[in-house]
């Protein structure tokens, strides 16, 4: 067996799962054991998926290539081939995967509700929790993305990310902390890689875009970022000369 191991196609889209995937699914199999392990793990792995695949489709849609989707230690990712086009197109292709999930999530809900059946709730259970988690604003998690993205227009792209990226150790600083306090080995890890994957995306953005955009004073002009950024929402204006209408009651 050869890694990143080929699952199948999705949408046309290869969905790939490579060794430290199993290694999580043995962790999860070892702490529940027997069939609801397995059933655990398998609703894992399909939400995972279905999450990879809301941020996949909207990136297609938005004519950005998606190479695969990989399953790894803390979930998946969906390789995507460039960037968006724009901050906006960021924004969509990152909020569509928690999306995904919430929906999937209210669908579970509703069917448990019906139903009665603990399998729903166990479904819902998980895409609240992998949508939530998600979301939490660190570069380059969903929410992290989703936060640079807001902070474009107002800061550029340049200063957006350093601010994402120190939410991002901020957060990374917490799980360390909360890891070891509670001797959680993946939060632990998780710290690791959220602070060395959110100083690539630091380094992306000062050096990656380079040549992108003419610029002579250093990368952190507002206008620097990724090609066509500056399109859709420019770089920061200079604020409107105030017409403040001063309205003098005297006496
Ligand atoms: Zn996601």
Redesign the pocket.
Known sequence: MRFPFRLGRLFGIPVEVRASFLLMLAAVLLFMGGLGGILVVLLVFASIVA??L??SLVARKLGVEVSAIELHFFG???RLQSQPRSARGELAI?AA??AVSFALSALAFVMAALSHWWFFELLATINLVLGIF?LIPALP??GGRILRALLVPRLGFARATEVSVGVSRVASVLFAVVGLAFLQLQLILLAGVLWFMASAELRMARHGYAGSVPSSSGWSRPEWGPPGWGTSYGPPRAPPRSRIVVVRVDD
């Open positions: 999450h990879e809301g941020h998946g990712v969906a990152a995967g928690p998600n998690m969903d």
